[in-house]
């Protein structure tokens, strides 16, 4: 078991920068990957951006030069900089940890950006 704690969301101009925080309740390294995604009303959640123990990274398209996931094992914590954000971008932002048998996620935080 493990708690996810983001933090970092708001209300922002278009062209305007973010960075999310997930804080874990344990250790990071204990999980596969560490990853972000998001949920626009109306939409499915989708996968933003993924890092695996070994630092590799995924993105989506529509994130891809915009957006960097990064982590920091000793505050067991996983960033998303998000730059030049659109309207688009506009969802409420979970963190999540993979394990060999399940994903937990954390409770969300929501990113506004108006145009």
């Known amino acids: 078991q493990v708690q996810l704690v983001e933090s970092g969301g708001g209300l922002v101009q278009a062209g305007w920068s973010l960075r999310l925080s997930c804080a874990a309740s344990r250790s990071i390294g204990n999980f596969n990957a560490m990853g972000w995604y998001r949920q626009a009303p109306g939409k499915q959640r989708e996968l933003v951006a993924s890092?695996?123990?070994?630092?590799?990274?995924d993105y989506a398209d529509s994130v891809k030069g915009r957006f960097t996931i990064s982590r920091d094992n000793a505050k067991n914590t996983v960033y998303l900089q998000m730059n030049s954000l659109k309207p688009e971008d506009t969802a409420v932002y979970y963190c999540?940890?993979?394990?060999?048998?399940?994903?937990?996620w954390g409770q969300g935080t929501q990113v506004t950006v108006s145009s």
């Open positions: 999540a940890a993979n394990s060999s048998t399940r994903r937990y």
């Open positions: 890092i695996t123990n070994d630092g590799t990274t």
